[in-house]
């Protein structure tokens, strides 16, 4: 602002900012308006190619501004009034009128601010309303497990039964082949519980040390039985495996999505009712 000293008075008067300085601060609030608005309806952060702590200072020098031009129109018009009071010549009463009346560039700066005020207000409220979007579950059929049964599975045990493969001065050769001849009917090509397969191992390892025996004994072996009268395994049969069967009636869950766009207390788009 300019501001003189009175001659005859000494006082210090203020007066409006020259038209060079009232249009760089315009620009600044122009451009700091313009941002606001634009960050606001396109819901970005808002950013200004000015500074902000410049861009409100320029709204507060141009309402300072504003107001000493008030004043100073004020003085004007009460000299021009007295002088034509003394003079009362038309020429006078169209100066008093000119000066009279209000700058135009009043209406202008309050469109400017309350245009952002607005703007403002009105992006802060649509982005309260979009964060507060939500979605939800609506569930129309739970889910549930199939349900089960005792019954038998694929898998199969090995039980013992219909007697011994050998007894005492067997051909020694000829139960060996008979221990694998069982062992392959029973142990291989089918799927087997843990206990069977233990067996298996068992039948397996005794074959081993049989054949071994055999390379050693050469022909006309023959088995010598134990106490019981028996010499190696006794015949094994296959027999289901008791286990808990699904009954194949599990109930997959039904369900879909509902969005609720926009919320802000009684203003709602979309499915905004209460969760399910």
């Not at 009105?122 to 507060?132: H, Q, R, S, T």
Request: aromatic share 10%; proline share 5%.
């Amino acid at each position: 602002m300019r501001s003189y000293n009175c001659p005859n008075c000494s006082k210090r008067v203020v007066y409006p900012l020259t038209r060079g300085w009232r249009a760089f601060w315009w620009v600044f609030a122009i451009v700091t308006a313009a941002a606001g608005v634009w960050a606001n309806v396109t819901l970005h952060e808002g950013y200004s190619w000015v500074p902000g702590g410049l861009g409100l200072l320029s709204f507060v020098v141009l309402c300072l501004d504003v107001g000493v031009r008030r004043r100073v129109d004020a003085a004007e018009r009460a000299a021009l009034v007295s002088a034509a009071a003394e003079s009362d010549t038309p020429a006078s009463a169209r100066v008093v009128a000119a000066v009279s009346a209000p700058p135009s560039y009043i209406a202008g700066l309050t469109v400017v601010i309350t245009l952002a005020m607005l703007s403002s207000a009105v992006g802060a409220l649509i982005v309260a309303g979009l964060n507060n979007a939500y979605s939800y579950t609506v569930v129309l059929q739970e889910a549930e497990p199939a349900t089960t049964q005792p019954g038998f599975g694929s898998s199969v045990n090995l039980a013992s039964g219909g007697g011994d493969l050998c007894g005492d001065g067997d051909d020694y050769t000829g139960c060996l082949n008979m221990h694998v001849a069982m062992y392959n009917s029973v142990c291989v090509g089918v799927s087997l519980t843990a206990t069977a397969q233990s067996t298996c191992s068992s039948l397996s390892a005794f074959i081993e040390d049989v054949r071994i025996q055999a390379d050693g004994c050469g022909s006309g072996c023959t088995t010598q039985a134990d106490e019981q009268g028996r010499w190696g395994w006794a015949y094994l049969r296959p027999a289901p495996a008791p286990t808990m069967v699904s009954n194949d009636n599990a109930l997959p869950e039904l369900s879909y999505e509902r969005y609720c766009l926009f919320s802000l207390g009684p203003v709602q788009v979309g499915d905004c009712g209460e969760t399910f």
